[in-house]
């Protein structure tokens, strides 16, 4: 649909996409109502977002007569499809959209999707570099979705031979029924599961950024993940791959040898760049130079654009964010890893003794692994928020013959972050790698490392 004038739309969720697509749709002549749990005031600034649009707003609850005369019904990502509106408007043959699905039927510039359950976001930060740096004017790089601004409100800015770099999350893509021309899944592990439910529905959203794929277009697999690599066969069209070994000889590929990133294209291979230039921490960060090279030369930047993306690049806000030094001990922000394979990720890319602190809301997913490692490698463990004490009984104590640990619990990150000033040593690490949500103290993983950043920096 493209003629929004009086067409009576629904948009549940009045956090940042929902108000971006609010504002769109209002700009078109739409009339829109705004949907949203929480009670009118706590939805000031919210309101004032919108502040200038002609929207009717509805708080503090989902009542079903929302739907009478409604045209679509828009879902924020953040809100489940088993909502009981959600379902009877199904049930009524209401059409269910999010701005992704509507910015990617109408956008006029081919797109590059990127989705994961872990390193999406770096990964389309240096994708959304690299392609900054082979657009040549007129042409623009446009980067957002799920990373920075959604972008439906740019979409009559975009033009034809522009580029366009997507982050996508599996809440954005279980909606959607279409495919970017260059698509990427670097890695599918357990997430989400108090969303989704199960490993293979929260699978089946994940591939939905491949499943509408043509002929014509691009798939880019980890070679090295079973979740990424089990989803070839559904592949349309040409498959891109990544991992840190060499390629059989039939696929294309990036892979990491002697030092050096190289490209396999038909069988022949081609260096890319010394690995020494990557400034990110771990292993896990090298393979998402990999997954951003294949991308790249999939979507055909140059690799002169290629390598000045990765050039300087030192990491995006939140993911492994250093914030100072304070009494000779580094403290550290992970707020964005919400789950415990992303925090695992995170204890691999440190030597030094860490303080680790963990906690928040639980997105039901198995705390085995990472309970073994932190028993291996971390000095303290500060927990805090509702899922404390789940984590602690995972850890257990120290089995006899084990290297001690000490782990403390506290309410509030704020008093977290206190905790671990007590403890830590000079030489030390503090890292805040969560493994959880925010939902339980914070609107989102990025209020939650301002957060951190702030208590962090007033410790004197």
């Not at 109408?106 to 082979?134: E, H, Y």
């Not at 007129?138 to 366009?164: C, M, T, Y």
């Not at 690599?229 to 696929?251: A, D, N, Q, Y």
């Not at 103290?441 to 490392?449: L, P, T, V, W």
């Amino acid at each position: 649909m493209k003629n929004w004038q009086e067409k009576r739309v629904l948009v549940i969720g009045a956090a940042r996409q929902g108000l971006a697509l609010s504002r769109f749709l209002a700009s078109k002549g739409a009339q829109v109502i705004v949907n949203d749990q929480r009670p009118d005031d706590q939805l000031q600034d919210e309101k004032a977002a919108l502040r200038g649009f002609k929207v009717e707003w509805h708080a503090g609850g989902h009542p079903l007569h929302l739907l009478e005369g409604v045209d679509v019904v828009f879902v924020s990502g953040g809100v489940p499809l088993d909502l009981p509106l959600l379902v009877e408007a199904v049930r009524r043959g209401i059409p269910l959209s999010n701005d992704s699905q509507l910015f990617m039927e109408q956008v006029s510039a081919p797109v590059i999707g990127i989705t994961g359950s872990a390193g999406k976001t770096t990964t389309t930060a240096l994708v959304g570099r690299m392609a900054q740096a082979d657009v040549q004017p007129p042409q623009q790089a446009w980067v957002g979705g799920n990373i920075g601004n959604p972008l439906i409100e740019d979409l009559e800015k975009i033009q034809p031979h522009d580029r366009v770099v997507l982050e996508l999350s599996s809440f954005q893509l279980e909606l959607m029924s279409n495919s970017p021309q260059v698509a990427a899944v670097l890695n599918i592990t357990p997430n989400h599961l108090d969303r989704h439910k199960t490993m293979e529905a929260y699978t089946a959203a994940k591939a939905h950024i491949i499943d509408f794929q043509r002929s014509g277009d691009v798939a880019i697999l980890n070679r090295e993940d079973s979740g990424s690599w089990g989803l070839r066969h559904r592949i349309k069209g040409k498959l891109v791959t990544f991992g840190f070994e060499r390629p059989s000889p039939e696929l294309d590929g990036t892979y990491l040898e002697e030092g050096l990133i190289w490209w396999q294209h038909n069988g022949e291979r081609s260096a890319l760049f010394p690995a020494s230039e990557i400034l990110l921490r771990g292993e896990h960060n090298r393979l998402n130079v990999l997954a951003a090279c294949a991308i790249a030369l999939a979507a055909g930047f140059s690799v002169e654009s290629i390598r000045a993306g990765v050039s300087g690049f030192r990491g995006v806000a939140h993911r492994l964010e250093y914030v100072r030094t304070w009494r000779g001990v580094q403290w550290y922000n992970d707020s964005i890893a919400t789950a415990p394979e992303r925090v695992r990720a995170a204890l691999r890319a440190f030597s030094e003794p860490l303080v680790l602190l963990l906690g928040g809301r639980d997105k039901h997913l198995p705390w085995e692994e990472l309970a073994a490692d932190i028993r291996q490698r971390v000095d303290h463990v500060v927990l805090f928020g509702e899922a404390a004490g789940k984590i602690q009984q995972a850890i257990g104590r120290p089995a006899p013959g084990e290297r001690p640990i000490t782990i403390t619990r506290c309410e509030r990150l704020e008093e977290a972050v206190l905790a671990a000033a007590q403890v830590a040593e000079a030489g030390d690490v503090v890292l805040l790698s969560p493994g959880c949500t925010s939902f339980d103290a914070f609107k989102d993983f990025e209020e939650r490392g301002e957060a951190y950043r702030l208590w962090v920096n007033q410790l004197s």
